[in-house]
């Protein structure tokens, strides 16, 4: 039997029950740390896909820095009164309803046409991914990659809007 | 220049690259220049100055097209300027203009007038750029967010009020939950075409069986992501509340702007889809039927003017989408006229309400209107003729984009819809004149002349012209749809 699919219902397993821990637990630490563990397993999915550009990212980017600074905000900021309320909304069965009706649907339909979608044939030398992606950014997909720096510094610039108490 | 980098590409991309580069001067300048609060208004001369240099580089792309005919490509077919796309460069350029002129009053009022705002509204308005001229889902994506961002701070620009933090709040979370879908729907896209393009993709739709549950999800996932977007029911709640938290010009360019790159990006994926045809039409024409009705209802009871015209939005879109839904020539053809005449009746109708913010009043509320004829009869009747147009009344501007459609759906014979559609219009009437009672009926509620800016009245005359101009003598705006459409 073949290795990859118990890798990955392992970290698909990971991903999950991080990300649900993640909004059921009350303690803000305990649901950054289950966050962690979910953003962990989606790094796993993407080395899994031999994507091993995105699976540094992932854990250079999400697990290193913005979980950290997570951590550091969550400690920094009193969270007892926030960990004492109410954790769901009184309709909360209405909302899971609503999802595991939308996730079967998606099932559903991706199960009958997975058939239809035809796999990108797998580069020939597993350690290319990187320089492919690198090409393909600064070739094909040269906007949108300049786009994005703009977008980032809306974000930006937004983000200091809302934040700074006076601006001048 | 090198090979990713032609001269076509820079060509195509100038009037984006130069509202960047405005943008970013813009948040340089600010502070540098115009550090006192006093100043800070002529910000708005830098704006217009950026939104010159983009006309001029828009009316070359024109006169381009002119010679040329055709369309021009640009990037691999990740941007195009054609005839549609020039359209609606257009009216964002009239609609960033116009709120950007009428802004600085509101903001001194509300004491929160940062030179930022008018950057981001350049922002804005530079991601709208690639809703109406991208190509490419990625392109069209991250153009799409970049508006949406932008959006996003300016609702919320009112740092103090509660409101105004509700309302960004809820647009922030519920617009990032739909850039979900459509980025969903978007990489299912990709999975059927193996390419981002939009022509590759539609012919990859086009050799798919129409049952193909792909297909099927595909379709459904950016239908909802593209619904959110131009608020149609049942994707309309973020809406009223957005729009009655936002700065109020913030809302008047939300509910234009915003929306007109909307329905520039839905057109364009719908049109690519168009091999579906048989797949959508019924979706969107029971969105367009359950706008009408839910937003023409809703309205009757609202008090607030800002909810009221936000709900009165969400049937605009009704309408518009019934434009697609007829499918011949004449139903796009009739969609641009509807858009460029509802940006102009639209802000004319938010302008009259920032008019009535007054220092001590806020100036929401359609009893704030009472008594405006003997307050003020100019914004009174101003008001009346945004109002009448709203409304669909001859000779207003209105009348002609809701005729357009009509025949729209005449001509594909769908009477049934076009009765329907038809029949809003009273409902529409009836709310719209609650306004107009208001006004020339009820007796005054604030006393005082409303103290207005220069740039305010400007606007004002322009968006009132228009809105007369283009219901008396529609022609040679019908003929500039009908044009855009055949390049």
Redesign the interface.
Same mark, same amino acid.
């Given at each position: 039997m073949p290795i990859d699919p118990l890798f990955f219902w392992a970290f698909a397993a990971l991903t999950l029950g991080g990300a649900l821990l993640t909004i059921t637990l009350r303690s803000a630490v305990h649901c950054a740390i289950a966050l962690i563990a979910s953003l962990a397993g989606v790094a796993g999915l993407y080395l899994l896909q031999k994507a091993e550009f995105l699976f540094a990212v992932q854990i250079v980017l999400y697990i290193g820095g913005i979980m950290v600074l997570f951590l550091f905000v969550i400690m920094l900021v009193n969270l007892d009164a926030a960990a004492r309320e109410r954790q769901f909304h009184k309709r909360w069965w209405a909302g899971l309803a609503a999802t595991l009706a939308t996730g079967a649907l998606?099932i559903?339909?991706?199960a009958?046409?997975?058939s239809?979608?035809?796999a990108?044939p797998m580069p020939a030398q597993p350690a290319g991914n990187t320089e492919q992606l690198s090409d393909l950014l600064?070739?094909?997909?040269?906007?949108?990659f300049e786009? $994005?720096s703009?977008?980032l510094? $809306?974000?930006i $610039?937004?983000s200091v809007?809302?934040a700074k108490k006076r601006? $001048? | 220049m090198s090979q990713? +980098?032609t001269s076509t590409d820079h060509f195509v991309?100038l009037p984006a690259l130069l509202l #960047?580069m405005f943008g970013?001067a813009v948040?340089l300048f600010d502070?540098w220049i115009f550090?006192q609060e006093q100043l800070r208004k002529h910000l708005i001369w830098f704006v217009a100055l950026g939104e010159a240099f983009t006309a001029i580089a828009l009316f070359r792309q024109y006169s381009f097209l002119n010679e040329h005919g055709g369309e021009l490509v640009a990037?691999?077919g #990740?941007?195009v300027i054609d005839g549609f796309a020039l359209f609606f460069h257009w009216l964002f350029l009239a609609a960033t203009l116009i709120v950007a002129l009428i802004s600085y009053r509101y903001l001194e009022v509300r004491e929160e007038h940062?030179g930022?705002y008018y950057?981001?509204l350049m922002?804005a308005q530079?991601?709208m750029f690639?809703l109406a001229s991208g190509t @490419?889902l990625?392109?069209m994506?991250? =153009?799409l967010?970049?508006m949406a961002?932008?959006f +996003?701070?300016l609702v919320?620009?009112l740092?103090t009020d509660k409101r105004s933090n509700e309302a960004a709040l809820k647009y922030l979370l519920l617009g990032a939950f739909s850039s979900g879908f459509l980025a969903y729907g978007f990489s299912l896209l990709y =999975?059927?075409a193996?390419s981002t393009r939009l022509r590759d993709v539609a012919t990859a739709v086009a050799a798919?069986d129409l049952k @193909?549950?792909?297909?099927?999800?595909a379709i459904g996932t950016v239908s909802v992501g593209l619904f959110f977007k131009v608020s149609a029911v049942p994707f309309h709640m973020w809406a009223p509340d957005a729009y009655e938290g936002a700065p109020t010009s913030v809302t008047a360019f939300l509910s234009v702007g915003s929306k007109a790159a909307s329905f520039a990006l839905l057109i364009r994926l719908f049109t690519a889809l168009g091999a579906a045809r048989s797949v959508w039409e019924p979706v969107l024409a029971g969105v367009a039927v359950l706008s009408l009705t839910i937003g023409n209802f809703a309205a009757v009871t609202q008090t607030n003017t800002k909810r009221l015209l936000a709900y009165s939005s969400i049937s605009h879109a009704g309408y518009m989408l019934l434009g697609l839904v007829a499918g011949n020539d004449r139903g796009l053809q009739g969609m641009l006229v509807y858009l460029l005449v509802y940006t102009f009746m639209n802000l004319g109708a938010f302008l009259v309400i920032i008019a009535l913010n007054q220092k001590d009043v806020a100036g929401e509320d359609v009893a704030d209107l009472g008594g405006l004829i003997h307050r003020n009869p100019g914004y009174a009747l101003l008001m009346l003729v945004f109002l009448l147009s709203l409304a669909g009344i001859p000779p207003t501007a209105g009348f002609i984009g809701k005729y357009y459609i009509f025949m729209a759906l005449v001509e594909a014979k769908m009477y049934f819809l076009a009765v329907i559609a038809a029949l809003y219009v009273a409902v529409a009437v009836f709310y719209y004149f609650r306004m107009v009672r208001s006004m020339f009926v009820e007796k005054q509620e604030h006393a005082g002349p409303l103290t207005t800016s220069f740039g305010m009245r400007a606007a004002l005359v322009v968006t009132g012209l228009a809105t007369l101009v283009v219901g008396l003598y529609p022609e040679p705006f019908v003929r500039l749809a009908q044009t855009s459409l055949m390049r």
């Open positions: 998606l559903y339909y991706l009958k046409g997975a239809g979608l035809r990108a600064f070739s094909e997909y040269l906007l949108p786009l $994005v703009l977008l510094l $809306v974000a $610039v937004g809007i809302m601006i $001048v | 990713f +980098y991309l #960047a970013c948040l502070f550090p990037f691999n #990740a941007l940062h930022e950057g981001i922002l530079c991601g690639f @490419d990625v392109t994506f991250v =153009g967010e970049l961002v932008s +996003y701070i919320g620009f740092r =999975g059927m193996g798919r @193909d549950p792909i297909l099927l999800m």
